[in-house]
């Protein structure tokens, strides 16, 4: 999916991937239940990578359903709605959270608050998930 950044929308949804902090994760339970999680992490210009504990259940969601959504919060008023639909899959490409230099930068602070470093955030969110957006929407 290309980000057509000569639009508003296009340009809005640049920057909040590439600036927000959270973005809500939707996967679905195998009994058709939509499970949605905050999540921290980081666009690379074509996918959006996260890290994950392992044996949580938005992994065993993508494993049986990788259709997922992405949205982030709303202005509260109704507005600056966007949504990202795509596939998600676990993979073992990407490196651990504390060898991804821009993921260990964007959130040092958040990774500091919860009382770890780079290295102890890395061995508890060891699962890395990418996700593949095929389309989007908003206003």
Same mark, same amino acid.
């Given at each position: 999916?290309?980000?057509?950044?000569?639009?508003?929308?296009?340009k809005?949804?640049?920057?909040?991937?590439?600036?927000?902090t959270?973005?809500?994760?939707?996967?679905?339970?195998?009994?058709?239940?939509?499970? $949605?999680? $905050?999540?921290?992490?980081?666009?690379? *210009?074509?996918?959006?990578?996260?890290y994950?504990?392992?044996?949580?259940?938005?992994?065993?969601?993508?494993?049986?359903? $990788?259709?997922? +959504?992405?949205?982030?919060? !709303?202005?509260?008023?109704? *507005?600056?709605?966007?949504?990202?639909? !795509?596939?998600a899959?676990?993979?073992?490409?990407? $490196?651990?959270?504390?060898?991804?230099?821009?993921?260990?930068?964007?959130?040092?602070?958040?990774?500091?608050?919860? !009382?770890?470093?780079?290295?102890s955030?890395? +061995?508890?969110?060891?699962? +890395?998930?990418?996700i593949?957006?095929?389309?989007?929407?908003?206003?």
């Amino acid at each position: 999916m290309q980000i057509d950044t000569t639009t508003d929308f296009g340009k809005r949804v640049e920057r909040r991937l590439c600036e927000e902090t959270i973005v809500w994760l939707t996967t679905v339970r195998r009994d058709g239940t939509p499970q $949605p999680t $905050p999540v921290w992490f980081l666009w690379d *210009g074509e996918s959006v990578l996260m890290y994950s504990r392992p044996n949580q259940q938005k992994e065993r969601n993508i494993a049986h359903n $990788p259709r997922v +959504a992405l949205h982030f919060d !709303g202005d509260g008023h109704g *507005g600056d709605i966007i949504v990202l639909t !795509g596939e998600a899959k676990i993979v073992t490409d990407a $490196p651990p959270a504390a060898n991804n230099a821009t993921y260990t930068e964007k959130y040092a602070e958040p990774i500091k608050q919860i !009382g770890m470093d780079a290295a102890s955030f890395a +061995a508890a969110y060891s699962v +890395a998930i990418r996700i593949m957006p095929t389309d989007m929407r908003g206003h």
